[in-house]
């Protein structure tokens, strides 16, 4: 059947794959491999090639071939590409060009000095600047606003979680209020009579990356696909069909580092594994970041800090760094497992982290919405942490509201894809149990493979096929039900 | 004074210069860093941009700009620049995008297949490809030639050496003629009765990676704007702004990898000390393929094999590998200034290196003006192996006529820029060392900045400023002469 709107289209976003992938390319140079004085030069040609991107999305002929598209004869598939066309052309055009050069500015202005003045605790240095940079974002969310007929935070959400609304996660973030602060509580002072004896290191740079390396092969990482390399902020970069991981080694504390490599093998599987033949098409795009965020969260919380992936961790720790008293299966599965009240997000374990997300979600949509100033934000932190984790970060905003690089570069409605992220998993190890009751014993056994098969139908292949809502529901039988988030956490921390 | 039409080019020219950023990083990783698998998506990926700069570099709007920049008020140095983009828009004007697309196909196919066709020895499986190669490059040189008005040959030459000509290299090729073949039979029997020790490995990876970083520090080269890593085929790539070498370990010999590491760097140097202030600009790139050739071998053969530096390098190497005979002072210099006939180019010394280019040379102009076709390549390349340097090649394509990637690529006009660059070298020592008389003292007390200073003066910091041969002329006091290849090459090998 012929479409030619349709197969223009598809070209223009093509290209637009392409110049992606330069694009990623450089940014993961940037950060594991660009020498200093190479930084200049880089940001001049990134800057460049968003200009060419969002002028090849903004460009006045895709509007119209959108329109006449959606009158061709077109199978579903293409035509939830078409639909995922549009959102990425609505979320383009809805911005003016000036609007957005000026929020690349002020944002990576606010950014570049946010990096000296967080570890100089300098608060007020850092409002200078990020009052500008919410006044742009506050613009930004109504002129989303406008174009989607969404509320201003949530038009702001929906660029990372499309479909997700403020009042949902309401609902699910209010759920997990009645029940998660007791079961922190409870699992904390179980724990206090607990002690655990701690690693003994230094534990090699080079060991480390050997087990990280084997650990991401057992994970099923395509090394012919992508690599592992080092960086300041460990993230998962490059392109589905070349995917750049990127870790941090400290001697004195190997565990953090090898569950964050777990944590990028599940983005990067995601992306290693979504539809082939859609590639370079917006349906062969991962769904959601929060879809995203329950990929690396099915591989580090479901898998890697299971009972019985302790049991495989164990005997290679063993190998690698000699026998210690903290390499006893049991023993390791309760440091994997340690929860403990802390100040810093990224820092935090499965239990707490759900409510470093809560005050941050709070506090954006605050922000956004007016209900909240720049200049309020230390006051509704130390109340927050207080309340919420019973911390008291006041006069410390280094690790207190500063910590975080997302609104002082202008990323506003990101933060609750982390814990949606973790719901997400939960849902789908409880769909991968109903179907592999024995599922704890292959794991024990290093038979990764049901898990891997049914994210793989399930999730991976999926792409941008469906809506996030329609994915859930084919994929676990249902709608996002934190249930499963709470069944998953009591039975791990309570039996 | 105002220059509107000339600002308008300076500002296309940062775009291209930006693009080309992206895709000279894509480049080097493609050698460097790329698993195996990413090649179909960033071969698509280069191809977009290759295609995006050829448009940007043939937009219509820039013809009549270009004529009108000519009449408004430019000083010297943007004169040189409008002159330079003049030349760089002709030369991408000259072809049809069709012609420029067939090229691409023809010679990305011939190079790959010529990958596993060289190891084979499969000379008519070759040709099967070539033969579309080389019909496309003639059509290539005629097009040239009409938009040059030069000879066909001279104007494919001209993309690489500016300004050169067959005639010329005739000259400069039939002087090395007279006397070269004659001080290579002299040398070749006076080395054979004087045995050199060889340096006895394993020489470890490690040690040898330690000891490039090493000298390229000891060379100047800057690590904050660059890189050294490795590739199955060493080269200098990136940005000025961001060099990145690249070179290969062989656990049994260093020395290979150790002088490419040498040559590299003095790619690397002049691109990292090209005129800041033009960056962006033609005027801010080096001057011509020769001359960059004139840089490496200012490093590798001026420098790195002169006396003074095997006694900087000799006590490096016992540090790094031990002691042994080969890595006395003298007997290291011996070692790297042995001559052998061989017949593979890019492992041959210095002495007989010219032979191989003026092979390459007498075929590939023979190919483009029609006096030799594809399957008489063989019988020519023989027939010049045996009567240049006495090496019998029949029956062996894959050491003979087959060994290089560039004809297969289509790359005609390239292989004389390696003995010009060779004689330039010799130009600018003859120069540095009329002013500076104490130049071989001062490198064995490791003070290169004499060189390194008048490198920078004379060929770094003028980029594109002056024709090829106007910056000859003011850097040494005359034209391009071999004989001061002669008498360095005597003063080396008979003295």
Known sequence: ??????DSLTRTWTRLHRFSHLQAMAGWDSSAMMPPKGNGARADAMAEMDALLHRTLTDAALGPLLERADDEPLDDAQRANLREMRREWRSATALPEALVQRQALAGAHCEHAWRSQRPANDWRGFLANFREVLQLVREESARRADATGLRPYDALM???EPGMTGAQVDRLFGDLQQWLPGLVRTVIDRQGSEPVPAPRGPFAKAAQRELSLELMALLGFDFE?????????PFSGGVPEDVRLTTRYTEDDFLQSLMGTVHETGHARYEQNLPRDWLGQPLGQARSMGIHESQSLSFE??????RAFAGLLAPRLVARFGAQPAFEPDTLYRLLTRVERSMVRVDADELTYPAHVMLRYRIERGLIEGDIEAEDIPAQW?????SLLGVDT???????CMQDVHWGAGMFGYFPCYTLGAMYAAQWFAAIRRQFVDLDQRIAQADLAPAFDWLREHIWLQGSRWSTAE???????GPLDPLHFRRHLEARYLD
Do not use: I, K, T, W
């Not at 059947?1 to 349709?6: E, F, I, L, R, V």
């Open 158 to 160: 929906d660029c990372f």
């Open 1 to 6: 059947m012929s479409h030619p709107a349709y």
């Open 225 to 233: 696909a992508g690599r592992l390399d080092e960086s300041a902020h």
């Open 394 to 400: 006041r006069g410390n905003y280094r690790d207190g």
């Open 471 to 477: 994915l859930v529901q084919r994929a676990s039988g």
């Open 382 to 386: 130390d109340e927050g942490m207080a």
């Open 301 to 306: 919380m479901q898998l890697g800090r299971s």
